[in-house]
């Protein structure tokens, strides 16, 4: 019977139990998933520690939130501590792939656990994951035996030190696996900027600047139904600038056309787009033009 209730998993050691592996460390593991059997079935799962699926087969066993991810052969899905992930671990369920396990407190203090939260694909959601060529696979495969080896000759004062920098090693191949996929997917990701351009000047069309505010990064890339971190990658990747970035420059070329209009005053060009209070906006148009409102208005 499948487990509906979520089923919490807080340590690399519970996480192997929990498919009869043994664990060769606390902190870390990686698994090969042939011939393996989950100890009980589930629906969701939550975990304590960052988590890297290899799938080498088309299935759509896991989920986040409410969409199947977008697995293909070879492909690599990211999980950090806290995430909800949906899954059919079930009678049918048959594992294949490997994964890599690591708990916060082996990277803690170490260069890797600094820079963590730059691995933003670890929030990215569902039709994300990243798919793998054969040669990536093989790259990918080569550091998981690498941390594997490190595992097996025991603990020693290197262990840690030797193991971050390798699991450090394998993210930054993913970073340059995600830019190669950025670059794959060129096409969709200039459809996504072209509806994000669309939603942009809707928004501005619309009384959300009055009711809502300045518009949001995560209100964009819920509506193209895509996590904050992907969308900001993909933008990023595509403009080169942040969308917040590209949004302030969206509002500040609307604001220059509006000051055009000599018969509105500052205060309500200010909140018809959005801001709370006129000296937020002063503020925020002379940072990027190098002029005040006024006097921009004083050059046209």
Do not use: W
Request: proline share 4%; charged share 25%.
């Amino acid at each position: 019977m499948v487990m509906e209730k979520i089923l919490r998993i807080d340590t690399v050691s519970e996480h192997d139990k929990f498919y009869h592996q043994e664990n060769l460390h606390p902190l870390v593991s990686v698994i090969d998933f042939t011939g393996t059997a989950p100890e009980v079935y589930a629906s969701k799962m939550n975990f304590g520690f960052y988590a890297v699926y290899l799938k080498d087969v088309q299935c759509g066993d896991m989920k986040y939130g409410r969409h199947t991810y977008d697995y293909q052969d070879r492909t690599l899905v990211f999980v950090a501590p806290g995430q909800v992930i949906h899954v059919d671990i079930n009678e049918e369920y048959k594992p294949s792939g490997f994964a890599l396990l690591f708990h916060p407190d082996l990277i803690r203090g170490t260069p890797l656990g600094k820079n963590i939260d730059n691995y933003t694909f670890f929030s990215y959601e569902s039709r994300e994951a990243l798919h793998l060529s054969e040669k990536e696979r093989k790259m990918v495969l080569d550091c998981f035996e690498k941390i594997k080896y490190e595992l097996e000759q025991g603990t020693d004062k290197h262990s840690k030190t030797l193991i971050a920098a390798n699991i450090e090693l394998f993210l930054n191949y993913c970073i340059r696996f995600y830019d190669r996929q950025f670059i794959t997917r060129n096409e969709a990701n200039l459809n996504s900027l072209e509806k994000f351009e669309k939603l942009l000047k809707n928004y501005f069309h619309s009384d959300k600047p009055q009711t809502v505010g300045l518009p949001a990064v995560s209100y964009f890339a819920e509506q193209l139904h895509l996590s904050p971190n992907y969308f900001g990658d993909m933008v990023k990747k595509e403009t080169g600038k942040t969308p917040f970035e590209y949004i302030h420059l969206k509002i500040v070329d609307m604001a220059k056309e509006r000051l055009l209009d000599t018969s509105r005053s500052i205060s309500e060009i200010a909140y018809d787009l959005g801001f709370k209070y006129p000296h937020h906006f002063t503020r925020a148009f002379k940072k990027s033009t190098g002029y005040t409102p006024n006097e921009y208005r004083g050059l046209n």
